[in-house]
């Protein structure tokens, strides 16, 4: 697969480039940069000095590639489509929020756990946030079960790699290193295609699943998001407090929560607690349950660079290009 880059000299770009320059069937043919044209790639990601002599460029040669990843800041993609035209038959993997909620757009949201069948036969796929990839991970059985039938509490603590390589107040070492505090109560960008993808499972009958800010009611139950600022530099560890129906046991809930990642080739569930140094630099997810009189207990965990952004989305261009899912991607995580 010859492969073109978008916004490469960016983290998920970086990240992105390391992932390809190992992958057995895909050859990156161009690294647009506009700012750092010219330059290689190694000196401005310099952990891959010895790893490539390619360079950044200013020039965009759609006609020379089978796919193509924008790794763009959110609302850029849509706006970078309207200047320039890519050829129909070049796959877009697009990892901003541009397209990922359903409207008049043929982007399929690329979440293999329950749209695999979709993204093998799309065009054009919509990389799922990385806070959205992890929670939703995490609730999808439930919804499938019908079981969120109550407001769900919903706690995410992620890193600072996931607000992009530009410094910010709330990003240079000083102010997080030791530091912890929350951001987007209630109101996260990502609450919407989580809530959208629980729906899309959920089991008829049970309510709608909506933002605390969305239209609530007898008929409706809200995902309450707390996202917090951590002092490390990448994943993300969510937790979920689920109330459980009185006609629902523990044991039933654990075995249909094992049933729905059987097949999943990243997703895995866990009889033990987990952490978050259990998937840092893989494509993993992993899922855990506790029971605790009538409420589970869920935690989740992912790499917010990789099973949140660019690993996911090669995992995409995979499944799109029909080749084995896994390629590329057997990462193994650090025992320290």
Known sequence: MRVGILGAA??????LI??????PEAEIVFANSESNAGNLIADVHEGLYGDTELRFTGDM?????????????????????KEHTIPSNVKIIDLAQDFRIKGSHDYVYGLPEINKADIAQ?????????????????LLPAAKMGILTHD??????TGSTGAGQKPGAT?????????LSVYKVFTHQHLYEICQSLNQVRSEGSPVISSPLGELNDKTVSIDFIPYRGDFARGIFVTEVVYLPESIDGDEVIAA?????STA??????????????VVNTNKCLVHCDIFGKKLFITSAIDNLLKGAVGQAVQNMNIMSGIDEQAGLRLKASAF
């Open 171 to 179: 990003t240079h070492f000083s102010w997080r290193n030791n530091n």
């Open 10 to 15: 960016g983290y998920t770009g970086g990240e």
């Open 265 to 278: 080739a990243f997703t895995h569930y866990t009889d033990k607690a987990i952490d978050l140094k259990q």
């Open 152 to 157: 769900v509490i919903v706690n995410g603590i």
């Open 122 to 138: 799309a065009q054009h796929v919509a990389n799922p946030g990385c806070f959205a990839t992890c929670v939703q991970l995490g």
């Open 257 to 261: 929560y094992k049933d729905f990642y």
């Open 18 to 23: 390391r992932l390809l320059l190992n992958h």
């Open 61 to 81: 040669p759609f006609d020379s590639v089978d796919v193509v990843f924008f790794c763009f800041g959110h609302g850029k993609s849509e706006a970078f489509l």
